[in-house]
């Protein structure tokens, strides 16, 4: 039986080959930007190639690009928006700028920008009836009332069970309800998995409602939560100035905050946590 499990060496160079085979059918062929565009010529049209100016922004977009090509959903296409609009964020500045050789370098970057907002209106309008709700989002905010009620229906669903869209439902009762806004801000820190980056502006925000609504004490907490988090809020000057107390009731407050800042870092949050 031993003997049958034995390959031979002809037997170990096939499989060597298969597995080299297979191997390099898991990585793409295209090796750098320039092999891309040479065989995708028209994901690379209009930018600014060979220029030192927006390197990285245009390779991204163009992998990006490429990506799209290959998976056309709004998932995809919705990245390579937000890449285009870093890219035009960077050609806005490079256009600026005088080269001291190769004058036309300057003519390409405008060429180049003029055609970046020409790609974001074609890729807004793409996205334009897109029941993702971080699209829907992104048109509300550029103003899209629809979007907006579209955004709202979604309230209550699983479709918006994330800290960012939570935080982007909280932005909208800000100054309809106040204590609504904490709770929603609340739950996008119990969504918090630990992973991903804790966004700064939940901290600040539950700690600017909890002032304005006189809740000193936990505007208190969440402003050292913050500073815990390296959220600073305010400094420990401004902070004592703000909501004078006892130095036990700070201390017990200061201690409080570090335990909470752990559970968020862990995402282990509960809102109970600072009721």
């Known amino acids: 039986m031993m003997k049958n499990r034995v390959l031979t060496t002809t037997q170990r160079l096939y499989l060597s080959v298969a597995c080299l085979t297979l191997l390099g059918g898991c990585f793409d062929r295209h090796r750098s930007t320039d092999s891309l565009c040479q065989d995708h010529p028209e994901i690379c049209a209009n930018t600014n190639l060979n220029d030192g100016q927006c390197r990285l922004q245009r390779t991204q977009l163009i992998w990006q690009r490429y990506d799209v090509l290959q998976n056309p959903t709004d998932e995809e296409q919705f990245k390579e928006l937000k890449f285009t609009y870093a890219y035009q964020k960077c050609l806005e500045y490079a256009a600026r700028i005088e080269p001291t050789e190769l004058k036309e370098r300057k003519t390409m970057r405008t060429r180049a920008l003029i055609h970046s907002y020409e790609d974001i209106r074609r890729l807004s309008e793409a996205l334009a009836d897109s029941t993702d709700p971080q699209i829907i989002y992104y048109r509300w905010s550029q103003g899209d009332k629809r979007a907006l009620r579209q955004f709202l229906q979604l309230e209550g669903t699983?479709?918006?069970?994330?800290?960012?869209l939570q935080l982007a439902l909280a932005t909208f009762y800000t100054e309809v309800d106040k204590e609504k806004t904490i709770q929603l801000l609340k739950h996008a820190l119990e969504l918090h998995t630990g992973e991903q980056p804790?966004?700064?502006?939940?901290i600040q925000s539950l700690a600017t409602l909890s002032h304005q609504t006189e809740s000193a004490t936990e505007a208190y907490l969440w402003?050292?939560?913050g500073t815990d988090l390296g959220a600073s809020v305010a400094s420990q000057e401004k902070l004592?100035?703000?909501?004078?107390?006892t130095d036990e009731e700070r201390q017990?407050?200061?201690e409080k905050a570090l335990q909470v800042a752990k559970s968020i870092r862990r995402g282990k949050f509960r809102a109970e946590l600072v009721q």
Not at 240 to 245: C, D, Q, R, V
């Open 158 to 164: 699983p479709a918006l069970e994330t800290p960012e």
């Open 240 to 245: 004592n100035n703000f909501y004078p107390m």
């Open 198 to 202: 804790i966004q700064p502006e939940i």
């Open 223 to 225: 402003a050292k939560i």
């Open 252 to 254: 017990r407050l200061d």
